[in-house]
């Protein structure tokens, strides 16, 4: 079995189909969402429809959730807020209706798949470490859990013996990467290797230029058309 794991999308359609047309290269069997499609970026509704339909297994980000539900204003940073009010009126009853159906965890052959942590999937806490991933593998039974959030890639191995150790892998972010690599970021994952190959952070390089001409005409925080330039 060979996975495609994306996540963090927030919006950038010209990130996601640039991932896209390299996960088709990859020849892989399926691919998962871990949450955030919308928030941030200016095609939230054109994202929501491309996972849809290229997605069979998908779950809920605090993004996704904010869009549909709408947070306490206190509740978030101003930006987020911005960004809610923004993102929410952008997309159909349909897309609302499938961000609404989504799951908070899904689960694969010795797979775990949650949007922030497997500890509080509800929570919205980060994994950016290993001190972060070590305070989570309690709730990690066996094989790889796989999480998004925090946009920063990352593979965190549990302190077992070879044969019984468990990992989070942080998959990193498609659409508004934050550590410094402003390449948009996904991760394969090859069940049939045993060797250094079976989980690969990849990075695909893409054109942000319309994305940030997209955000610039709206009243989006300017910021968040910077941030695709530096991977801040
Ligand atoms: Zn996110």
Known sequence: MRLAIISDIHGNLEALTAVLARIERER????????????????????????????????????????????????????????ILWTAPRMNDGQLAYLASLPLVAHGDRLMFVHSSPVRPHGWSYILDEVSAARNFSAVKEGICFVGHSHFPGIYPSGDPPEERRYIVNVGSVGQPRDGDPRACFVIYDSTRLDDKRITIMRVDYDSSPTQEKIRATDLPQYFAYRLSVGR
């Open 28 to 83: 892989v069997d399926e691919i998962v969402c871990l949450g955030d499609t919308v928030g941030y970026g200016p095609d939230p509704g054109p994202c929501i429809d491309l996972v849809r339909s290229t997605c069979r297994v998908a779950v809920l980000g605090n993004h996704d959730e904010w869009a549909i539900t709408s947070p306490r204003y206190d509740a978030v940073p101003e930006a987020v807020w911005q960004s």
